[in-house]
Structures are given as C-alpha cells and as structure tokens.
C-alpha cells in the first residue's frame, strides 16, 4: 500500500466517521422529538374528543332534564300509569317530544324496562330497550334502518313507579368530523362487529373506549365501542422516506467534498520531494500552501458549521419548522459547497490564474455574508461592474470579515461592510469596533506568518494583499487602539 493511500484511508476515516456519527445523531434527535410531538398532539386530540362527548353528554341530559320535568306534568302519562289507560294513546309522545327537544334518539321506558314511547321508532313499543346507565353508543333501529347513537338516560317516579327516558344524538360521519380538529388525523368508530381489516392503510396512534349496546333487535348487552384516532400509514412512509432521502444527500454531498479535499491532499503531501536544499524548499512549500489552504477552507466552511448548528437548533425546538429552514438556508449549503470546489479546483493548478470580469461588488458581498446576521451592510445603489475574479474577491472579503469579527473578543460589538461608487473605481469598507491596532502591530500586519490571534496562521491579510494588487487593486487601513478598524479596498471599474 503507497503512502499516498495510507494518507488518504486517514482522512477518509478522519473525516467520514464523526461526520456519520454527526448525523445519525441529528436524525435521531429529530426521529426522538418527532415522535414526542406526535403522541403530543394525538393526545390532546383524545383529550379534545372526551370532552367534546362530555359537552354532548351535557347537553342531552340538559333536555332529558326538560323532558322528565314535563313527564312528571303531563296528564296523559299519569292516566297512562296511574289510572290504566290505553297505552297506545301516549305512542306518539317521544316523537312529538323529540323533535322538539332536537335529538335523534327517544324513547321513554316503564320500570320493567319496556318502551311505553319510542321517537325514533314507533314500533318498539312494549319491547325492551337498552338498559342505558351514563355515556353510550347505542345501534338503534329506525324505519330508514339501523343508526348509531350518542346517549344517556334520566329517571323519574310518577304514581310509585319508576320510568327511565333514554335519548340522544345520531353518530354520524358529521358528528365524528366534528370531532377531528387535526388535519394530519383521522376519527373513526371501532365497533365489536367491525372485522381486524376495517382500517387497512390507516394506523391508530390513539383510542377513547365507550360502552356500547345493539339493541337493534332487542334490549342488547353492554360491550365495549371505541373512538379511534387514525394516521395514513402512507403519509408516515412518506415521511420518514423524505427526511432521510435529506439527510441522506446532506451526508452524501459533506462526504463528498470531505474525500475530494482529502484525495487532493494525499496527493500532494506525497509528491516525491528531492535530497538537500531542494527537498527543504519543496517541504516549506508544501507546509505554506497547507497553512493557506486550511485558512481558506475554515472560510468556506464557517457557513456550513451556522447551518448545521441553525438546523440542530430547530430540530430541537421547532421540528415541525425543519423542512422549511432547510428549504431557507439551502442556497447558504450549496454557495458554500461551489465556493469550496472552486477553491480546490484553483489550488490543484498550484498557481490558480484569476479569471477577471464584470463582477457586481454588492452581489459578491450579498452572497459572501449570506448567514451571518451579526454583519451588516451599507450597500451604495447603481454601482459600476470592476474587473475582477469573483472568487477572489470573495476571498478578500471573507477574511476581512473574519478578521472584524476576531477583533471583538466576543463582546458586543459592530461590523459593517459599506460599498461605494468613486471616480474610477469602486470602494468596499469593512469597519469593525473591536480593539484595533497599534502602530506596531499595523507595520506588521500584512507580513506573512505574523499574527496576534492564538491558533492563528498570520497569512488572512496578507493573502489579502497579495489577492489585491493582482487584481489592481490598493488596500489602505485605518485603525485606533481601542476604537476599531477599517480596511479600505479600492478596485477599478470597468
């Protein structure tokens, strides 16, 4: 195995193996907190269907109460259950009554439990009727056919004897759309005679169980009905087959480029280097050209850290607001990604040739600050296209920024890139208000290697300078110990 392969297997499992493990751990937490938020809001649902049966609930005893307060009044019940009289003479009472009071479902039972009135089915008298005690979901008949109700029962004595009125309200796909108020869920019934294939394609992520009575041909017994919640199991698929599909690309394109960069390194680390004097002036290159490429690279890769850092913060706060902030800061990923491959493509050539056209300044500023909302922009209208490379002048400005930014230690603080239209060329200003620099420091700011910053590589301004005056440019700074700095770059227009 060459030391080129070696070096390159490093970088592959240097790289490849916390950028994996970043991002299983991002679509972990995002499938973790996905899923909390889910049983979230299936539970307020089964929570919001209670009480809206409750309300319901309510309301039928409300009129019940009505309807037994008048029973109690009512002459012809009491000759009915009093004197004797003929029963079918109070036949059409519950009908009556019920219409008036608005139910679906009446009937009003003797102490036995027989139907002396039935509203929604005359012909039940002097049968037995369900055995109602609270809250039920009844299959009732009618003369159009069988109907599911929502009732609930009341009592009352007249002359000794005990009587129960039942009534409620029809079960129908309208009062159950009523009860769903999630657009994503689904309310169906689940009754006891319903087969385990009724819900095919839909998942129940949640339930409220009712006691329920057929008592279409005859009194019935107490079973068990439920109020199911109720997912497309498609929609789920769907899902999930999008978020990885992302993060799936995510990880793809960083692997990429990781590789790309990785494979370009090996390769020129292990150029062969010549004996003596020559071997150390190929080595000093080598390790300049590294400095500067990873000064640049950090550049290139400032942008893609602020989005993956922004998209772990949503995934952790505001899940359901991912996809849309990934759709927001996909044109940041993928500027970053082409400025990056740029760069490489420039620095295999060892000596990259500038490719020097009409450049819009403000677009390049736009596109270079893209991100990074504590940078602000004073950017002058109408101004002339300059002749320059676009990637170079991007370099400029992103290590004048990051210097900027350096310079304020963390505190609060400004900077500000502000563009102006002169005589013959275009001026861009980056100000910041960070600790500025003596004059000893300003004598040796531009020299390479030199640098006041811990971990710093001493060679941002001075590529900055070298990038200028290629472009045939001046650079001018104005700095006050204490008061900030501004570096002023003048490039010709065309």
Sequence with gaps: MTFRTRLLISFGVVVLVPLLVFGLGIRSEMSRRVAGED???????????????????????????????????????????????????????????????????LQIQDDEGRVLSSGHFRNEYDRLGPAVSGTTLVRAAAAEGP?????????????????????????????????????????????????????????????????????????????????????????????????????????????????????????????????????????????????????DVKNGLAPLRNVFRHLTQVARETPDELPQVFKERQG???????????????????????????????????????????????????LRPVSADALVLRRIIENLVSNALDSLDGKNGAVTIATEQAKHVVRVAVSDTGRGMTKAELDRAFDDFYTTKPGGTGLGLSIVRRLVLDSNGSLKVETKPGEGSTFIIEIPAQ
């Design 39 to 105: 049983t979230r809001r299936v539970t307020a649902l089964v929570n919001v269907i209670s009480a809206d049966i409750a309300r319901e609930n309510d309301r039928i005893a409300a009129r019940l109460a009505a309807l037994r307060r008048s029973l109690v009044d009512d002459i012809d019940f009491r000759n009915v259950v009093v004197r004797g009289a003929d029963r079918t003479n109070f036949l059409d009472y519950a009908g009556n009554a019920m219409r008036v009071a608005g139910l679906d479902f």
């Design 147 to 295: 109907f599911l109700a929502l009732v609930t029962s009341d009592s009352l004595t007249v002359g000794g004897r005990r009587f129960r009125v039942v009534g409620g309200t029809a079960v129908d796909s309208q009062f159950l759309a009523r009860l769903a108020r999630d657009p994503e869920l689904g309310v169906g019934l689940r009754l006891p005679s319903d087969s385990a294939t009724a819900d095919s394609g839909k998942l129940v992520v949640g339930q409220l169980t009712l006691p329920y009575i057929d008592a279409v041909d005859g009194p019935g017994r107490v079973e068990q009905a439920h109020i199911v919640v109720t997912r497309s199991s498609a929609l789920l698929a769907a899902l999930q087959h999008n978020v990885n599909l992302w993060f799936g690309a995510a990880v793809l394109v960083a692997a990429l480029a990781a590789l790309l960069l990785a494979g370009w390194l090996s390769t020129r680390i292990s150029t062969p280097v010549e004996a003596g004097f020559r071997e150390m002036e190929r080595r000093v290159a080598i390790g300049d050209l590294a400095r500067q490429v990873n000064h």
């Design 332 to 382: 940041t990923v993928e500027s970053s990604i082409n400025y990056l491959e740029t760069l490489a493509a420039n620095y295999a050539k060892l000596s990259p040739q500038s490719e020097r056209k009409a450049t819009d300044v403000n677009a390049v500023v736009r596109e270079t600050i893209q991100g990074s909302p504590s940078v602000r922009t004073k950017l002058a209208e109408g």
